[in-house]
């Protein structure tokens, strides 16, 4: 297990082999021209509860979830992952 915190300070465990996943990379390439995958990337690399601890981590004063701040995040968790991480 790949154990870490953004620099936000949201905490995360995920599979050492989690980035071995083409499915997830089509995703992450799907990204580009339509972020609303950015969803699917969320569903393929977290369970519903860990999802949700994300979004209630970057959740605004006014409730709402930034896509901005979860992009961010998830680039933060990639990094954790060195040059594997990198290449997604």
Not at 76 to 87: T, V
Request: glycine share 6%; hydrophobic share 35%.
């Amino acid at each position: 297990m790949k154990k870490g915190t953004t620099k936000t300070g949201f905490e995360f465990d995920l599979p050492d082999d989690i980035l071995d996943n083409m499915e997830l990379v089509d995703l992450l390439a799907d990204t580009r021209d339509d972020p609303i995958m950015i969803s699917k990337v969320l569903d393929t690399l977290f369970d519903h509860e860990t999802k949700k601890r994300l979004y209630d981590h970057v959740r605004n004063k006014n409730g709402r979830v930034p896509a901005g701040a979860v992009t961010d995040e998830i680039k933060d968790i990639f990094n954790a992952f060195g040059e594997d991480g990198k290449k997604s």
